[in-house]
């Protein structure tokens, strides 16, 4: 028989508060989710014919492995150990259509590929954030989301260059 759920009031409503078990889940499948990018960015690196994109994949396959660190960290209570700047969204890439992965895909599918990944995984843990009642498990969200988007900004300003050079 599992544990009833406290509830916190707000505005007249009842909400649910999330058990420590659930955040444990919620974190152990993040981490999972850090590796699967890994395995995924890897994978296209070592696929992709074009260098800059392969490098661009590595790299990001690397940041996918300190996140899983810092989510490690989390699941042992060690939140605060790092912080992300929230960064300004421009949405560049938003309405474009998400590519195919093959092999000979162009950099900028590869990029678009790899913008579109990070939204969604910015967009989960914002989603995971609106819904925390704790403060810290909304900071952790927070800052997971924070990452994600920073990535994201990263991979834009790639993309904006490459695509319209004329701006530049």
Do not use: C
Not at 30 to 44: G, H
Not at 49 to 54: Q, S, T
Not at 121 to 150: D, P
């Amino acid at each position: 028989m599992q544990p009833a759920r406290k509830t916190r009031r707000t505005q007249n409503k009842e909400l649910p508060t999330m058990r420590s078990e659930d955040f444990q889940k919620i974190i152990a499948n993040a981490i999972d989710s850090e590796v699967e990018s890994y395995t995924f960015y890897k994978s296209v690196a070592e696929r992709v014919k074009d260098g800059n994109l392969k490098t661009i994949f590595l790299d990001l396959a690397e940041d996918e492995k300190h996140h899983r660190e810092y989510l490690q960290n989390v699941l042992l209570g060690n939140v605060e150990k790092m912080q992300f700047k929230a960064v300004k969204d421009y949405k560049v890439t938003d309405a474009i259509e998400e590519p195919e992965l093959s092999v000979d895909m162009k950099p900028l599918e590869g990029l678009l590929l790899a913008i579109k990944k990070e939204l969604h995984a910015a967009q989960m843990y914002t989603r995971l954030a609106g819904a925390s009642t704790s403060m810290e498990q909304k900071m952790v969200f927070e800052q997971l989301a924070n990452m994600e988007k920073g990535h994201k900004a990263r991979l834009e300003d790639i993309y904006t260059n490459m695509a319209y050079p004329e701006a530049w």
